[in-house]
């Protein structure tokens, strides 16, 4: 499937409440989600990981038609999220918002692994 643009970036040093799921999705980002699947030949939004940027590692974003044997799925009020299983590691605990900012607006994922990120907040490392 072909992959979403837009601004996807991480935050650093926010406290998140532990959770039963592999990652929490805000309700922000839940309306979001489901507006995007809207109309879509798709079942899910899928995250992964890639080895880019001048951290090391930046997500990832696709729509997806049927989950893949070890990926991890994440449901929220019928928003559903496919999480890849070679990004597990690096994901877990995290929680996926939507912001909406005067110059830009996309998905930021509060990522308690992380240990460094570059200025612009794009790649990272954990």
Do not use: W
């Not at 959770?19 to 798709?42: F, W, Y």
């Not at 038609?65 to 995290?94: P, Q």
């Amino acid at each position: 499937m072909a992959a979403l643009g837009g601004a996807v970036r991480t935050v650093v040093g926010r406290k998140l409440r532990p959770s039963k799921s592999v990652m929490s999705i805000t309700p922000t980002a839940v309306n979001h989600i489901k507006d995007m699947l809207k109309g879509q030949d798709a079942a899910a939004i899928k995250i992964g990981t890639l080895r880019k940027g001048c951290n090391g590692m930046s997500y990832t974003m696709s729509y997806a038609k049927e989950k893949a044997k070890f990926d991890e799925e994440v449901v929220v009020d019928d928003a559903r999220v496919y999480i890849d299983s070679k990004a597990l590691m690096s994901i877990i605990g995290s929680e996926m918002d939507y912001v909406d900012e005067k110059l830009s607006s996309g998905f930021v994922f509060n990522n308690p692994n992380v240990k460094h990120m570059c200025a612009c907040g794009e790649s990272f490392t954990v």
